[in-house]
């Protein structure tokens, strides 16, 4: 899923990091003047989880809630799925929160890719909601770039974060997203994807790493975009099948030779290059990644450590998933505590890909925190297979809409949306 950004970390501290991802960034022309996102509810609305303003990811954060517990055999209170549901606009998009589900989308309501594509993964993990996932497939589709990928925000510049979540939802439904194609050149998501992708004329610790966008022209590698774009090469989702430490395929750095590609390049190859990447920064850094406000210091990014370690996980690199797992284990129970249901479900979701057991994961039942987030369960099934994939909330208010739309691409905070699936990062 796989965002993120997901980023948007749609909580003050995804979404400070996605500003700080954006640098000078300014709003996309097709939203600055009349996009927006549904004003803050006096009161939250029954069925939804987290207890701080959903103004920008309550879609978010609620799928990651229902996929996590349907992965784990949880039953969602139907109130909890109920609302998600209700969220989606009748062209099958769905924004952050819409105060007013009973009042149609217009031209002013900001709709966000990463946030239906979460939606899509959860409702189709979920069962029973085909016509709801079937209408926000068809939007996305409807919203694809002409370089085959996506932004948060349709008509901006597609982003490896966005691409990659949007190639999760596609997964998560059976698509294959190699067959999703631009309408005027046939470009698939595969293509945007390799766009991102640093290569032979980059610096040597720099290869196989992914860009968030270009900027200036130019790609700079950023760690939470390298997590998601190696698992959408991979054409995974938020959920990945467990990978035991005994299942240890190598990761292969980017082969060049006299600065050139010594083979042609493949998403498989793409998703492997990226992991050693990873693996390089998280050995540098003590296994964790690191993220950094403009001018301040670089402190470690525990939602984008839990995206590398999904990313690992989906590569079969499951041993080198072991290291970071362990960090996260030992360093992750403040911040999650911190950024409510999206971050709980992320280490649930993490640490189930790396075989880990989420119910006593560095002495907390991840799953236990996150239920209590939200509505009582309806109760227990058997755990979701995958595909073949109170705490509070940090608070949002003051950031700009549309810097945390575009987060939202990334990093949840989910690493996807917090750190995100939802945010824009600059890697130190």
Known sequence: MTHSLAVLARRAAPA??????????????????????????????????????????????????????????????????????????????????????????????????????????????????????????KWLKSVQNEDGGWSSMPGSPSDANSTSVVIGALASVDEKPASVTAKKNGKSPYDALRAFQLGCDAKEGERGAFAFQPKDGKLAPNADATAAAALGALGKGFVVAPAGKDVDEPVEALACKDGKPGAKSSPERAASAASAYLVAQLDKNGQHLLSAMPGAEAQPDVGNTADAVVALAAGSHGAAAQKPLKWLEKNSADWAKQNGPAAYAQLVLAARAAGADPRSFGGTDLVAALNATGPKPAGSAAPSAGPEKDAKDSDSNGIPWWIIGVGLAFGAGIGFLISGRNKKKNEL
């Open 16 to 137: 400070l990091a996605t500003a700080a991802l954006l640098g000078a960034a300014a709003a996309p022309a097709a939203y600055a003047a009349d996009a927006a996102p549904s004003a803050s509810p006096k009161e939250l609305p029954a069925g939804l989880y987290g207890s701080k303003d959903p103004q920008y990811d309550g879609v978010w954060r609620q799928s990651l809630a229902l996929l996590a517990q349907d992965t784990m055999g949880v039953r969602p209170a139907a109130s909890g799925i109920d609302w998600l549901t209700g969220q989606q606009c009748a062209d099958g998009s769905f924004t952050g929160f819409r105060a007013d589900p009973g009042k149609a989308c217009d031209a002013k309501t900001m709709r966000d890719t990463n946030q239906t594509g979460a939606a899509v993964q959860a409702l189709a993990a979920l069962g029973g909601h085909d016509d709801t996932v079937k209408k926000a497939v």
